[in-house]
C-alpha cells in the first residue's frame, strides 16, 4: 500500500497528468482546425463542378429543369423531398425550389439543355430556339454556334474595353485640369491670361475627345446588343437573352468527366484573376484578394518598425520604474481591447483628425470634397497596425529577455558599444521571436472586418489602389476585403440561398492567403533561427 501511494505521489510530482491533459487540448485543437477546413473545403471545392441537370417531370405542374442540391426528409416526415437550384431567376423570382418525391412522375437530362452564365440575374437553364443578329447568321442553333456567335461578341466586348480605358484616361486629365482650375481659383492670384486660356483650351479639347468616346461607345454597345438568342424553359417559356449579357454557356449534360475537371480549374483560374459579377456573388475575387493582401502589407510596414523600436526601448534603455510598468500592462490590456474600438478610434483620430488636417492644409481647394478626410487603404492599415502592434512588442520583448546576459556582457567585454551590441547581437538573435510576433500580426490582420467597415473597405471598389496614373500608388482609395466580401455576401445578398457557395469559397480563399503568408514568415523564421541561435538559447 505503501509503494502504491508513493507511486501515486511521484506521478502527480512530475506533472504526468498535465502531460497527458496538454497533449489532450492539442489534439482537440488540431481536430477542430482540421475539421473547420473539412467543412469549408466541402462546401466550398464543388461550387464550380458542371453538375448534371435534369427536366424533373412533375405530376400536377409543369416541368422544371433543375441542379439537385441534397435530398432530405419533409418537414411533415412523410417522405422525402429534393431541393434543386432551377436558376431563371428573372422568370421564377427564385433560385432554389423544394419539391417532394412523392410529385416527381421521372426525371430525365436532357442532351440539348444549356447552361447561361449570365452578367446579371444568375443562371439561365433551357433549351436554344432561335439567334438573331450579327455574328448569328451563319451560326448554327445549336450550343457550338452560340459559342461561336459569343467568341465574336467577346472580340467587341474586349474593343468596348479598350474604349472604356480611354474613356477612363480621358476622365482622369478632365478631372486633373478641374483641380487645377480649383486650385487657380483658390489661390486668388493675379489673373494670367494666357494660363487660363490655355487651361480653357485643353478643357474643352478634352470635352470633345470624351463626347466623341461616349457617342461612339453608346453606338457600339448598341450594335453588339442586337445579337441575341431566344431560349426556351422546361415548360415552353420563352426568354430573349442578348448575347453581350451571357457570360459563358455549356451543355454539362454532355460533358465528359476529363471537360469537366477542364472546365473546373479554368473556373478556379477566374476565380483569382476574374472580375466580381452578380452583387460579388459569382465571378472573380481579384480586387478582393488584391486589397486584402495589400491591407496587410502597408499594415506591416507601419506595425513591425513600430513594435520592435518600442520593445528595444522598454527592454533595452527603458529604466524600470512605475511609468514603464504601466505601459507594459497598458501594452498586454491593448491587445484584449474589441477591434471595433480600435475602428472608432481610426474614423476619429486618422480620419476626421489627421486627414481632415491634410485636405485642409495640401488641398483646401478641394473641400468640402475630403481627399485623405475619408476612409482609405492608408487609414485603415493604420488601425490595423495599432490593433497588432501589442503583439509584436510582446514578442519582440520576450526574445530580447530571453538572450543570456553573458551575451551581452562578452560584446561590452570586447568593445562594443550598447547600440553595436544592440545591432550586431541582439537584433539578429532575436529575429525569430520577433519574426513570430510578425506572423500573429498578420495572421490576426488578414481576419479582422469590423475595424475595415468604418475606416476604407466597400462592398465594390471603383479602381485599385496601384494603377498607371500619378503617383501610381494611392493610399487614400477605397478598397475591397475577403473578410468583408464574406460578411456581405453572407448576410447582405438580396439572395442568400444563392450566394451561400461563394462565402465558402471565398473563406477557403482567405485561409489559404493567411497560411501562404504564414507559411513564407515561417520559413523566413526557421532560417533566421538556424543562421543566428546556438547554444542552449
Same mark, same amino acid.
Given at each position: 500500500?505503501?509503494?502504491?501511494?508513493?507511486?501515486?505521489?511521484?506521478?502527480?510530482?512530475?506533472? +504526468?497528468?498535465?502531460?497527458?491533459?496538454?497533449?489532450?487540448?492539442?489534439?482537440?485543437?488540431?481536430?477542430?482546425?482540421?475539421?473547420?477546413?473539412?467543412?469549408?473545403?466541402?462546401?466550398?471545392?464543388?461550387?464550380? @463542378?458542371?453538375?448534371?441537370?435534369?427536366?424533373?417531370?412533375?405530376?400536377?405542374?409543369?416541368?422544371?429543369?433543375?441542379?439537385?442540391?441534397?435530398?432530405?426528409?419533409?418537414? &411533415?416526415?412523410?417522405?422525402?423531398?429534393?431541393?434543386?437550384?432551377?436558376?431563371?431567376? /428573372?422568370?421564377?423570382?427564385?433560385?432554389?425550389?423544394?419539391?417532394?418525391?412523392?410529385?416527381?412522375?421521372?426525371?430525365?437530362?436532357?442532351? /440539348?439543355? !444549356?447552361?447561361?452564365?449570365?452578367?446579371?440575374?444568375?443562371?439561365?437553364?433551357?433549351?436554344?430556339?432561335?439567334?438573331?443578329?450579327?455574328?448569328?447568321?451563319?451560326?448554327?442553333?445549336?450550343? #457550338?454556334?452560340?459559342?461561336?456567335?459569343?467568341?465574336?461578341?467577346?472580340?467587341?466586348?474586349?474593343?468596348?474595353? +479598350?474604349?472604356?480605358?480611354?474613356?477612363?484616361?480621358?476622365?482622369?486629365?478632365?478631372?486633373?485640369?478641374?483641380?487645377?482650375?480649383?486650385?487657380?481659383?483658390?489661390? %486668388?492670384?493675379?489673373?494670367?491670361?494666357?494660363?487660363?486660356?490655355?487651361?480653357?483650351?485643353?478643357?474643352?479639347?478634352?470635352?470633345? &475627345?470624351?463626347?466623341?468616346?461616349?457617342?461612339?461607345?453608346?453606338?457600339?454597345?448598341?450594335?453588339?446588343?442586337?445579337?441575341?438568342? !431566344? =431560349?426556351?424553359?422546361?415548360?415552353?417559356?420563352?426568354? $430573349?437573352?442578348?448575347?453581350?449579357?451571357?457570360?459563358?454557356?455549356?451543355?454539362?449534360?454532355?460533358?465528359?468527366?476529363?471537360?469537366?475537371?477542364?472546365?473546373?480549374?479554368?473556373?478556379?483560374?477566374?476565380?483569382?484573376?476574374?472580375?466580381?459579377? $452578380?452583387? %460579388?456573388? &459569382?465571378?472573380?475575387?481579384?480586387?478582393?484578394?488584391?486589397?486584402?493582401?495589400?491591407?496587410?502589407?502597408?499594415?506591416?510596414?507601419?506595425?513591425?518598425?513600430?513594435?520592435?523600436?518600442?520593445?528595444?526601448?522598454?527592454?533595452?534603455? #527603458?529604466?524600470?520604474?512605475?511609468?514603464?510598468?504601466?505601459?507594459?500592462?497598458?501594452?498586454?490590456?491593448?491587445?484584449?481591447?474589441?477591434?471595433?474600438?480600435?475602428?472608432?478610434?481610426?474614423?476619429?483620430?486618422?480620419?476626421?483628425?489627421?486627414?481632415?488636417?491634410?485636405?485642409?492644409?495640401?488641398?483646401?481647394?478641394?473641400?468640402?470634397?475630403?481627399?485623405?478626410?475619408?476612409?482609405?487603404?492608408? @487609414?485603415?492599415?493604420?488601425?490595423?497596425?495599432?490593433?497588432?502592434?501589442?503583439?509584436?512588442?510582446?514578442?519582440?520583448?520576450?526574445?530580447?529577455?530571453?538572450?543570456?546576459?553573458?551575451?551581452?556582457?562578452?560584446?561590452? #567585454?570586447?568593445?562594443?558599444?550598447?547600440?553595436?551590441?544592440?545591432?550586431?547581437?541582439?537584433?539578429?538573435?532575436?529575429?525569430?521571436? !520577433?519574426?513570430?510576433?510578425?506572423?500573429?500580426?498578420?495572421?490576426?490582420? #488578414?481576419?479582422?472586418?469590423?475595424?475595415?467597415?468604418?475606416?476604407?473597405?466597400?462592398?465594390?471598389?471603383?479602381?485599385?489602389?496601384?494603377?498607371?496614373?500619378?503617383?501610381?500608388?494611392?493610399? /487614400?482609395?477605397?478598397?475591397?476585403?475577403?473578410?468583408?466580401?464574406?460578411?456581405?455576401?453572407?448576410?447582405?445578398?438580396?439572395?442568400?440561398?444563392?450566394?451561400?457557395?461563394?462565402?465558402?469559397?471565398?473563406?477557403?480563399?482567405?485561409?489559404?492567403?493567411?497560411?501562404?503568408?504564414?507559411?513564407?514568415?515561417?520559413?523566413?523564421? %526557421?532560417?533566421?533561427?538556424?543562421?543566428?541561435? =546556438?547554444?542552449?538559447?
Amino acid at each position: 500500500m505503501k509503494n502504491r501511494n508513493e507511486a501515486l505521489d511521484s506521478y502527480w510530482r512530475i506533472g +504526468e497528468p498535465m502531460v497527458w491533459i496538454s497533449a489532450t487540448a492539442l489534439a482537440l485543437t488540431l481536430l477542430s482546425a482540421a475539421t473547420l477546413l473539412i467543412v469549408i473545403m466541402v462546401n466550398g471545392l464543388g461550387v464550380f @463542378w458542371p453538375s448534371d441537370i435534369e427536366k424533373v417531370h412533375l405530376k400536377d405542374r409543369p416541368p422544371v429543369f433543375g441542379q439537385l442540391i441534397r435530398t432530405e426528409e419533409n418537414a &411533415e416526415k412523410t417522405g422525402l423531398r429534393r431541393q434543386y437550384k432551377i436558376a431563371n431567376r /428573372d422568370l421564377y423570382g427564385l433560385d432554389f425550389r423544394w419539391i417532394d418525391e412523392s410529385q416527381i412522375d421521372e426525371t430525365q437530362r436532357p442532351a /440539348d439543355l !444549356i447552361v447561361l452564365e449570365r452578367v446579371e440575374h444568375g443562371d439561365f437553364y433551357g433549351r436554344l430556339k432561335t439567334m438573331t443578329g450579327p455574328h448569328t447568321e451563319t451560326s448554327a442553333v445549336d450550343l #457550338a454556334g452560340l459559342n461561336s456567335a459569343l467568341e465574336k461578341t467577346t472580340v467587341e466586348l474586349d474593343q468596348l474595353s +479598350e474604349l472604356e480605358d480611354k474613356l477612363s484616361d480621358a476622365s482622369y486629365r478632365l478631372e486633373q485640369l478641374r483641380l487645377k482650375q480649383l486650385k487657380l481659383d483658390y489661390d %486668388n492670384a493675379p489673373v494670367d491670361t494666357a494660363a487660363q486660356s490655355q487651361l480653357q483650351r485643353d478643357k474643352a479639347e478634352l470635352d470633345r &475627345e470624351f463626347g466623341a468616346l461616349i457617342t461612339l461607345q453608346t453606338r457600339r454597345l448598341a450594335e453588339v446588343r442586337k445579337a441575341k438568342a !431566344i =431560349f426556351v424553359d422546361a415548360a415552353g417559356q420563352e426568354k $430573349e437573352i442578348s448575347l453581350v449579357d451571357i457570360f459563358q454557356a455549356y451543355a454539362p449534360n454532355t460533358m465528359s468527366t476529363g471537360d469537366k475537371v477542364v472546365f473546373y480549374l479554368h473556373k478556379l483560374a477566374e476565380l483569382f484573376i476574374g472580375e466580381p459579377r $452578380e452583387s %460579388n456573388t &459569382e465571378g472573380g475575387l481579384f480586387p478582393a484578394i488584391f486589397g486584402t493582401v495589400m491591407l496587410i502589407f502597408v499594415m506591416s510596414l507601419f506595425s513591425f518598425p513600430l513594435g520592435v523600436i518600442a520593445a528595444i526601448y522598454l527592454r533595452e534603455y #527603458a529604466k524600470e520604474g512605475v511609468v514603464v510598468r504601466i505601459v507594459r500592462i497598458a501594452v498586454n490590456n491593448l491587445a484584449g481591447i474589441p477591434s471595433i474600438v480600435y475602428g472608432i478610434f481610426g474614423l476619429g483620430f486618422f480620419v476626421y483628425g489627421i486627414g481632415h488636417g491634410i485636405d485642409m492644409l495640401f488641398f483646401p481647394e478641394r473641400t468640402p470634397t475630403p481627399t485623405f478626410g475619408t476612409g482609405g487603404l492608408l @487609414w485603415a492599415s493604420l488601425t490595423l497596425a495599432l490593433l497588432t502592434v501589442p503583439v509584436v512588442i510582446v514578442s519582440t520583448e520576450e526574445a530580447l529577455g530571453a538572450i543570456p546576459r553573458e551575451m551581452r556582457e562578452g560584446s561590452y #567585454a570586447l568593445g562594443a558599444t550598447k547600440f553595436q551590441t544592440l545591432y550586431r547581437v541582439l537584433l539578429p538573435m532575436t529575429s525569430p521571436g !520577433i519574426m513570430t510576433g510578425l506572423i500573429l500580426a498578420m495572421a490576426r490582420a #488578414a481576419g479582422e472586418v469590423a475595424p475595415l467597415m468604418i475606416t476604407g473597405v466597400v462592398k465594390l471598389a471603383p479602381a485599385l489602389p496601384i494603377d498607371g496614373n500619378f503617383p501610381f500608388l494611392h493610399l /487614400d482609395r477605397k478598397f475591397m476585403h475577403l473578410g468583408f466580401h464574406i460578411y456581405d455576401i453572407g448576410f447582405q445578398s438580396p439572395n442568400v440561398e444563392a450566394a451561400k457557395p461563394m462565402v465558402f469559397v471565398t473563406t477557403l480563399l482567405l485561409v489559404l492567403i493567411v497560411l501562404l503568408m504564414s507559411s513564407v514568415a515561417i520559413g523566413l523564421r %526557421n532560417r533566421m533561427k538556424k543562421r543566428y541561435t =546556438f547554444g542552449t538559447f
